[in-house]
């Protein structure tokens, strides 16, 4: 836990941000001057994921949000801000980045399959998962900064010529540990069963690949003690994920590359995903075996969507702490609702 309260760090650094965009820099990268206290004292960092799912969930969600700006200093959304039979249209990607948007603390979104792989549902509107996702990329993705009221400056992949379309690909560095997201949806990835070439899919997964491969490569290179990687799909670590009458398991490639990146690395690797599954298990795995490969400095936890909505991760990270990770769960305390006096 960091010895300042954290809302006293979101006031500090707001006031470290104002006087850096009145002299010209951005608030953005003044915000990671509290990185080198968090290292030395520790921190916090709120995890949620596929919530809301209606509009109904969204005054859990802003209650979530406050009690995020009492208790972490950073947050990860895992994907799915909107629920599967909910449209794909500007209207509500627009409502739910001003949600996202009024966080008090930073807060990284990673896209999920209902925010643009499925939006081609009829409950969706049958948008054009391909085009949904490039309006998802302007609207949400390309400030270099985070989402939410205080900013985190974001290394972002579409920085490079190669991979310039990938800008949901972020990493930062906090606190001594090495903060990378990643698209991987829900929806088998969305490898399509038609015929032909697969030419989202595939390119997505070279650029996920070679963002895992820097992101390793920086954490081996600045010695941090540990490395969080968040996507939204689960996986299937422990066998395969078939996409449905192909036999091609469209996470391979993903398993394969973390279990190659997290065996050379000599920090801790917590890897966070999300899911729709009421019976998800949220409690930290670790080891994980992933291909069969039990790896001792890996743990896995998946954040609680619309099953149990105001329910969410707080991960700390405390100097002396072995283990790095230090896992709970959290129930937002919900406000009662506010029943007018009658009229005298």
């Not at 039990?294 to 936890?301: D, F, G, H, Q, S």
Request: hydrophobic share 40%; proline share 7%; aromatic share 8%.
């Amino acid at each position: 836990m960091t010895n300042r309260p954290p809302r006293l760090l979101a006031l500090l650094a707001c006031v470290i941000g104002l006087a850096a965009a009145l002299a010209g820099l951005g608030a953005g990268a003044a915000t990671n001057q509290e990185s080198p206290h968090a290292a030395r004292h520790g921190f916090a960092f709120a995890l949620m994921g596929d919530q809301p799912s209606r509009p109904g969930d969204e005054t859990v969600l802003n209650q979530m949000l406050a009690q995020f700006g009492l208790a972490a200093d950073l947050a990860i959304h895992t994907g799915n801000f909107k629920g599967k039979g909910e449209r794909c249209d500007d209207a509500v990607y627009s409502h739910r980045r001003k949600l996202l948007d009024a966080s008090p603390i930073p807060l990284v979104l990673t896209p999920g399959e209902n925010d643009w792989a499925n939006c081609d549902l009829t409950a969706a509107g049958q948008f054009g998962p391909i085009e949904r996702l490039a309006r998802l990329r302007d609207l949400f993705f390309e400030p270099d900064d985070s989402l939410g009221m205080l900013k985190l400056s974001l290394q972002r992949q579409s920085e490079t010529v190669r991979f310039r379309g990938y800008p949901e690909n972020a990493r930062w560095e906090y606190g001594g540990i090495l903060f990378v997201t990643v698209n991987v949806p829900g929806n088998h990835n969305n490898y399509r069963n038609g015929a032909g070439r697969n030419g989202e899919y595939e390119e997505r997964i070279q650029a996920d690949a070679a963002w895992l491969r820097q992101a390793f490569a920086m954490a081996t290179r600045l010695k941090t003690r540990g490395i969080v990687v968040a996507f939204s799909a689960d996986p299937r670590f422990s066998g395969r994920r078939d996409s449905v009458g192909t036999g091609t398991d469209p996470y391979a490639a993903l398993k394969t590359d973390l279990a190659r990146l997290a065996a050379r690395y000599t920090g801790q690797v917590l890897i966070v995903h999300g899911s729709n599954a009421r019976n998800a298990p949220h409690r930290p795995e670790q080891p994980v075996r992933i291909n069969g490969k039990p790896l001792a400095n890996v743990t896995r936890v998946t954040t609680y969507g619309a099953a149990r909505p105001g329910s969410w991760i707080k991960v700390s990270v405390e100097p002396r702490d072995r283990n790095v990770f230090k896992i709970d769960t959290m129930d937002t305390i919900l406000e009662p609702p506010q029943i007018p006096l009658p009229a005298r």
